[in-house]
């Protein structure tokens, strides 16, 4: 008999036979499951097990999954709005992952659809690959690793205009998942989320706060980041005594005068990773720190050994070493740290070249049976075990940190660390759980960031789209953007377009920070509702370049503009366009208007010849033509004297590095085929021939760039909208 579960806009039923059957809007009858699928399934001895019998009795869901002596119940309740489905037993050996629930939709998961359907996760037994919100499928996972038992999952159908007032009242009756209200379904709701934050590396004092709250008011952002290393430690946050000799009560003192500007403070951490210098690393490391790896000495080692031989194989184990590379070279034997140079991957196993009382730690003799554990690194930082206290002590300094000092921001940076505790396939539980037990500790709800995403940071989350700056390109980067952040809006998570630098000259790679891209930049923000962030602009690099100065000013009109929200839809549509152009005149305060603007560009390649010459048709109102005219880089001539040569195709030799798929093998060898070509110019223009024989030039800056700036003369103002 199948087994039907309703709720006000929802009929769910599974099959007997243990299938999905349909997921109906009750509203219009409308079935939107794709049939076929087994509701649930089990994996066991690396075999898949699908649920082939299903028995309602009551509240619950006897689930039997064939010849694999497995049998498991789920208890699935009507919430009114949304149904709740909880493991209440697994009986049977061997199990190692339930898939609780999968339900193929025939939805698409987008907000014009007349239905939509949502799995959310009540805790962290249960694993959802898909974002909370809209989506196209209903699945949830539970391991071994983290128990079966208990893991709760929310099943949501409704319209897609009720779905972030039902996903509300979803996260405010769980109990395990904690919920603020700047984050989650509630992140759209709050203005500090569309604020723009100023980045700051080295600390922000009560004597340097003054000149911080004048930057930042000169490009009109509201928040300012306090990004960890130079203002405070990564791992226990303690402040920079050079700069906080009161410890967290002067950093405090600096943040209150930000707040009485006006201004919100962010504390920007490397989330759980610590730092070498804490003192949870030394003097004497703390065995609570993470390894991947417990080896057994051979032999006794004094204290001034190079060389540590071990009994366990080391021929899976890595030299590879940098800042996104999740190893060390370092071992933890009793209270000393040890970094090696080398190690043997054949017997007899060692590690060699050994630096001993590495990090402050005290070299010392060990015994023969000792344990070396291999430590876990990341981002040239420690990491804590996953499941034990010092994990827990970690979040709680963390906390203390925003709540003593008022922080009211947090980026949890390096969070895409969170496999390094235990491996990629367990990456969402650590990072999900670092951030769940943090927010249960903040006095106040934090406006939260990250570096990575997935389901459980969701009711927590903030904003999204915190991009790395590009160095070139950057109105094409910026419409990229854009039709990414478009995505957020199927999951109700607010946006902003990334952090940003204004950069003058970077070499060949980097181009410009020129004034039309700035106001790209900040047009496509007012036209979306997203704030930014800009990096490497201080009070010392602002008062010294006016050129910042000039960007900022560009900024400000925007900000004051955007956050005033006295531009209309209408308005915002035609300046969400892609590519189009538009500048704004005047400002909030005496009036403003936005025109079209277009930016034509040309190379000049030579002195003459086609490249010289250059028409523009002005499609606006008659105006005086605007010239930026920008020298850019080039090779020499071919022939020119000094000229470096990469590679002279005399000698096969030469290229003696070859790779190639197994069954291909490739040679090279000298070969002179005479032709009937003369190597000469078809052409005889002065350009082609400039091109084939220049004399040698010493200048490197050779190419033209030109951009002629032409503005229409009427718009859209605060006056006369259209």
Same mark, same amino acid.
């Given at each position: ?298 032999? =006794?080692?004094?204290? $001034?050994?190079?060389?540590?031989? +071990?009994?366990?194989? /080391? #021929? &899976?184990?890595?030299?590879?070493? %940098? *800042? ?59 990491? =804590?075990?996953?499941? $034990?206290?010092?994990?827990?002590? +970690?979040?709680?300094? /963390? #906390? &203390?940190?925003?709540?003593?000092? %008022? *922080? ?74 854009? #039709? ?6 199927? *999951? ?231």
């Amino acid at each position: 008999m199948d087994a039907a579960f309703e709720n006000r806009y929802l009929r769910l039923v599974v099959g007997g036979d243990g299938r999905s059957l349909h997921f109906v809007d009750r509203a219009t009858g409308r079935d939107y499951c794709r049939p076929g699928t087994s509701f649930a399934s089990i994996v066991k001895g690396g075999a898949s097990f699908a649920a082939s019998k299903a028995v309602r009795d009551g509240d619950s869901l006897r689930l039997v999954f064939g010849e694999s002596g497995v049998e498991a119940t789920l208890r699935i309740e009507s919430k009114g709005d949304y149904l709740t489905m909880e493991v209440m037993s697994v009986a049977g050996e061997g199990v190692d992952a339930f898939n609780t629930i999968d339900v193929p939709l025939t939805l698409k998961g987008s907000l014009d659809e007349p239905f939509g359907a949502c799995a959310l996760a009540l805790d962290l037994k249960s694993n959802i690959h898909a974002w909370p919100g809209l989506c196209s499928r209903l699945q949830a996972t539970s391991v071994k690793r983290f128990g079966f038992v208990g893991a709760k999952v929310a099943i949501i159908g409704c319209p897609p205009d009720k779905m972030r007032e039902i996903l509300k009242e979803t996260v405010n009756a769980a109990d395990e998942m904690p919920h603020s209200a700047l984050g989650g379904p509630w992140a759209e709701d709050a203005p500090e989320v569309q604020g723009s934050y100023l980045f700051n590396f080295d600390g922000i004092t009560e004597t340097n706060a003054d000149a911080w709250i004048k930057v930042a008011r000169s490009l009109g952002f509201t928040q300012i980041d306090f990004h960890g290393g130079g203002s405070f430690r990564f791992g226990d946050c303690r402040p920079n005594p050079g700069l906080y000799p009161d410890g967290f009560a002067s950093m405090k003192a600096a943040i209150d005068k930000l707040h009485a500007a006006g201004i919100r403070a962010g504390l920007h951490t490397y989330a759980f990773m610590i730092a070498k210098d804490c003192p949870w690393v030394t003097p004497v490391p703390d065995p609570r720190l993470a390894c991947d790896k417990v080896l057994t000495l051979s032999e =006794p080692i004094s204290e $001034s050994a190079t060389t540590i031989l +071990v009994d366990e194989s /080391t #021929a &899976d184990m890595s030299m590879d070493t %940098g *800042f996104f590379v999740r190893n060390s070279v370092t071992l933890r034997i009793d209270d000393e740290l040890i970094i090696y140079t080398g190690l043997s991957k054949k017997s007899p196993y060692s590690f060699t070249g050994c630096t001993r009382g590495a990090y402050g730690t005290k070299a010392s003799a060990h015994a023969k049976g000792a344990k070396a554990h291999h430590l876990l690194e990341c981002f040239g930082l420690f990491v =804590p075990d996953g499941d $034990s206290t010092l994990f827990d002590e +970690v979040v709680q300094r /963390t #906390a &203390d940190a925003f709540n003593q000092c %008022g *922080f009211d921001n947090i980026y949890l940076d390096a969070l895409d660390a969170e496999d390094v505790p235990g491996g990629a396939e367990n990456g969402w539980h650590y990072g999900s759980k670092f951030a769940w037990e943090l927010c249960k500790k903040l006095d106040k709800p934090a406006l939260m960031e990250m570096s990575t995403f997935h389901h459980h940071l969701w009711c927590v989350r903030s904003r999204m789209g915190a991009w790395d700056h590009p160095n070139r390109s950057y109105k094409r980067f910026i419409d990229n953007h854009c #039709a990414a952040n478009d995505v957020n809006k199927r *999951f109700f998570m607010p946006s902003e377009m990334g952090w940003w630098a204004i950069k003058a000259w970077g070499g060949a790679q980097v181009e410009p920070t020129l004034p039309d891209v700035m106001e790209y930049l900040c047009c496509k923000c007012l036209a979306n509702d997203t704030g930014y962030a800009l990096m490497l602009i201080t009070p010392e690099v602002y008062q010294s370049s006016p050129f910042a100065q000039r960007l900022a000013e560009i900024s400000r009109r925007y900000e004051d503009l955007r956050l005033s929200k006295n531009v209309p839809e209408s308005i915002k549509a035609k300046l969400r366009q892609p590519g189009k152009e538009f500048t704004l005149d005047g400002d909030l305060a005496s009036g403003w208007r936005f025109r079209p603007i277009r930016y034509d560009k040309h190379k000049a390649e030579a002195a003459s010849g086609a490249s010289a010459v250059w028409k523009v048709t002005n499609e606006f109102g008659k105006q005086p033509v605007r010239l930026r005219i920008e020298a850019l880089l080039s090779a020499r001539q071919y022939d020119a004297g000094g000229n470096a040569t990469l590679a002279e195709f005399s000698d096969p030799a030469q290229f003696a590095v070859h790779h190639a798929p197994p069954g291909v093998k490739a040679e090279m060898s000298s070969a002179v085929a005479p032709g009937d070509v003369s190597g000469s110019p078809l052409r005889s223009d002065p350009e082609t021939r400039m091109r084939w024989r220049n004399p040698p030039r010493t200048p490197q800056k050779r190419d033209t760039n030109l951009s002629c700036r032409t503005v229409a003369d009427s718009g859209w103002s605060s006056q006369t909208r259209i």
